[in-house]
C-alpha cells in the first residue's frame, strides 16, 4: 500500500477536483472502472432512484445485483421492440461512461432483464434501438 509523504498536506489530499498527475500517489486508491452496479445502491432518495436499503458486507455484491435487477425491470426501464426503443431512466443517461457508452447499457440491460421478449429484440438488433430517457422525478421517496 502507498505512503503518503509529509508534503501533501489535507488540502492536495482532498482536491479531488483535478485530475491527478501521472506521479500522484492518490492514483493507487482509484477504483477503476467504476462498476456500474454502485448506480442502483447509492441513491438519492428520490421516487426515480433505486429504493433505498441497507447493506451487509457479507453479502453486499448479491445485494448490488438484486438491486440491478429490480431497477432494470421497474417502471424505469421499459423495452418496446416494435418501435425500436428503450425508455430509460436518467440514470442511464447522466452515468452511461460507467455502463461502458451505448452498447455496454445494452449488455447491462440483458444481464438484468427478466422480460424474454424484450431480452430477444434486444439481443437480435441491438443496434437498431435507440434511447429515449423517462422524466427523472425528484420528489421524495416514501
Same mark, same amino acid.
Given at each position: 500500500?502507498?505512503?503518503?509523504?509529509?508534503?501533501?498536506?489535507?488540502?492536495?489530499?482532498?482536491?479531488?477536483?483535478?485530475?491527478?498527475?501521472?506521479?500522484?500517489?492518490?492514483?493507487?486508491?482509484?477504483?477503476?472502472? %467504476?462498476? %456500474?452496479?454502485?448506480?442502483?445502491?447509492?441513491?438519492?432518495?428520490? &421516487?426515480?432512484?433505486? %429504493?433505498?436499503?441497507? =447493506?451487509? %458486507?457479507?453479502?453486499? #455484491?448479491?445485494? /448490488?445485483?438484486?438491486?440491478? &435487477?429490480?431497477?432494470?425491470?421497474?417502471?424505469?426501464?421499459?423495452?418496446?421492440?416494435?418501435?425500436?426503443?428503450?425508455?430509460?431512466?436518467?440514470? /442511464?443517461?447522466? =452515468?452511461?461512461?460507467?455502463?461502458?457508452?451505448?452498447?455496454?447499457?445494452?449488455? /447491462?440491460?440483458?444481464? #438484468?432483464?427478466?422480460?424474454? &421478449?424484450?431480452?430477444?429484440?434486444?439481443?437480435?438488433?441491438?443496434?437498431? /434501438? &435507440?434511447?429515449? =430517457?423517462? =422524466? #427523472?422525478?425528484?420528489?421524495?421517496?416514501?
Amino acid at each position: 500500500m502507498p505512503t503518503m509523504t509529509a508534503t501533501y498536506t489535507w488540502w492536495t489530499w482532498f482536491h479531488l477536483v483535478r485530475q491527478f498527475s501521472p506521479r500522484d500517489p492518490r492514483k493507487a486508491w482509484i477504483v477503476k472502472p %467504476p462498476d %456500474p452496479l454502485i448506480h442502483f445502491a447509492l441513491v438519492c432518495g428520490s &421516487r426515480s432512484c433505486a %429504493p433505498i436499503d441497507y =447493506y451487509d %458486507p457479507t453479502t453486499i #455484491y448479491d445485494q /448490488f445485483e438484486a438491486a440491478a &435487477r429490480s431497477f432494470v425491470n421497474s417502471s424505469e426501464v421499459v423495452v418496446l421492440p416494435e418501435e425500436g426503443k428503450i425508455l430509460l431512466s436518467e440514470i /442511464f443517461r447522466w =452515468y452511461e461512461s460507467d455502463f461502458g457508452g451505448k452498447r455496454g447499457v445494452l449488455d /447491462f440491460l440483458c444481464d #438484468y432483464l427478466a422480460d424474454d &421478449r424484450a431480452l430477444r429484440a434486444i439481443s437480435n438488433k441491438a443496434e437498431a /434501438f &435507440r434511447f429515449e =430517457y423517462i =422524466y #427523472y422525478d425528484w420528489n421524495l421517496n416514501r
